[in-house]
């Protein structure tokens, strides 16, 4: 693992990982980035909420939404990147 990764909470990291593969299932069901950007923050969000609703076994994070949110960042941008190259 690269030091620099070592340094990032796991929580986080998987954040970022469920985030791109949110962005990537929508994109490929809809072909739509805008969409997948917000179902990506939509799910980053309701997770927050329903932690913030079940602190006994949770805690809120809201750099959690943004590591979700960041996580989508390369998927979306592969794909834009392919579309520019495929146009």
Do not use: C, R, S
């Amino acid at each position: 693992m690269p030091i620099f990764l070592k340094k990032v909470p796991l929580d986080k990291l998987l954040h970022f990982l469920v985030g791109g593969v949110i962005a990537g299932v929508v994109y490929a069901l809809f072909l739509n980035q805008w969409l997948a950007l917000i179902a990506t923050v939509v799910a980053g969000v309701t997770k927050e909420i329903y932690d913030y609703f079940h602190p006994d076994q949770h805690t809120v994070e809201w750099l959690d939404v943004v590591a979700t949110v960041v996580g989508a960042a390369p998927v979306l941008l592969a794909v834009g990147i392919q579309y520019v190259m495929w146009e």
